[in-house]
């Protein structure tokens, strides 16, 4: 997920691209309907448990997003996230502005209908919006690559989008993805033992690790059950393996760590007691000098 800037009041509704048709419009723009912006800046740091820190939502993302509204309102549930079936509030246009910083500026239009998903009254949940105590995520399914750098960047929108309130406090508007491809990033993670077995974090991933405190808490949220249950596994049989390493293994974990700089040949010798066997520039000079006199 993603923490940016959220209710845009110097920004009129009318000045964000409608993207839904006139009739569409037509059936949530009531009598009592209200219009709002929301407002981020791209590229967005990501915080969240799926793609994890250090994630960046480039404005390419943003683009495929709100591409999304062309085919349909994006639907929102006034409360939180437990219910996709729930349509309180709909994203009905957005546009993505280059700005000056080389990222862009991406509006949200959103409209509140005077009544909710169930034939409620929406004038309290619009009041709060006006009163800017309300806060927004946006969920979608993600796509991108890394960069040379390592650093995940999500480009594509692939589906699943909602834009829910979220509890005040919690975040001030997120982007959570949540498509299978964040799942082989945290499997890739532990395949190459970047697991954290302390980490008190709510995330699942830390720091670059998978926590597996926080898999253990996963289990207790119903849509996400089966996800904490095939890490906690992975983790595990990582373990396992771990115990018993194969000496292939080893040596691909070293000659990895020496080429990208995470161990150090002096210390590695050092620390299995074979200092005395390490040849460094002089050694090799001095053995040719010999080998030259026994000729």
């Given at each position: 997920m993603v923490r940016y800037s959220g209710l845009n009041h110097s920004i009129s509704p009318n000045d964000v691209s409608l993207l839904i048709s006139e009739d569409k419009y037509a059936l949530l723009n009531d009598a009592e309907a209200y219009e709002i912006v929301e407002t981020l800046h791209a590229p967005v740091q990501g915080v969240g448990e799926f793609p994890g820190e250090g994630a960046l939502y480039d404005p390419e993302f943003f683009t495929s997003f709100i591409e999304e509204i062309k085919r349909y309102p994006i639907?929102?549930?006034?409360?939180?996230?437990?219910?996709?079936?729930?349509?309180?509030?709909?994203?009905?246009?957005?546009?993505?502005?280059?700005?000056?910083?080389?990222?862009?500026?991406?509006?949200?239009?959103?409209?509140?209908?005077?009544?909710?998903?169930?034939?409620?009254?929406?004038?309290?949940?619009?009041?709060?919006?006006?009163?800017?105590?309300?806060?927004?995520?946006?969920?979608?399914?993600?796509?991108?690559?890394?960069?040379?750098?390592?650093?995940?960047?999500?480009?594509?929108?692939?589906?699943?989008?909602?834009?829910d309130v979220v509890d005040e406090g919690a975040m001030l508007q997120n982007v959570v993805a949540n498509s299978k491809e964040n799942e082989d990033e945290i499997m890739r993670l532990i395949k190459i033992g970047a697991i954290d077995y302390t980490s008190e974090s709510e995330q699942l991933v830390v720091n670059g690790k998978v926590s597996r405190r926080a898999a253990i808490k996963l289990q207790s949220s119903a849509d996400k059950k089966a996800l904490a249950g095939r890490i906690l596994n992975a983790i595990a049989e990582k373990k396992k393996r771990r115990s018993g390493m194969e000496y292939e293994e080893i040596v691909r974990a070293i000659k990895a760590g020496i080429a990208n700089n995470t161990i150090n040949i002096d210390q590695l010798m050092s620390d299995i007691s074979q200092s005395n066997k390490l040849r460094n520039e002089v050694d090799i000079n001095n053995a040719e000098a010999i080998a030259k006199l026994r000729h």
């Open positions: 639907p929102g549930n006034k409360h939180d996230h437990s219910s996709s079936a729930d349509a309180d509030f709909f994203t009905i246009g957005g546009d993505v502005k280059p700005n000056p910083n080389g990222g862009a500026d991406v509006h949200f239009r959103i409209i509140i209908p005077g009544k909710d998903y169930n034939g409620n009254d929406n004038s309290g949940f619009i009041r709060a919006v006006k009163l800017g105590a309300v806060e927004f995520s946006l969920v979608s399914a993600a796509e991108g690559k890394r960069d040379s750098c390592g650093i995940m960047h999500y480009t594509r929108h692939s589906g699943k989008a909602r834009n």
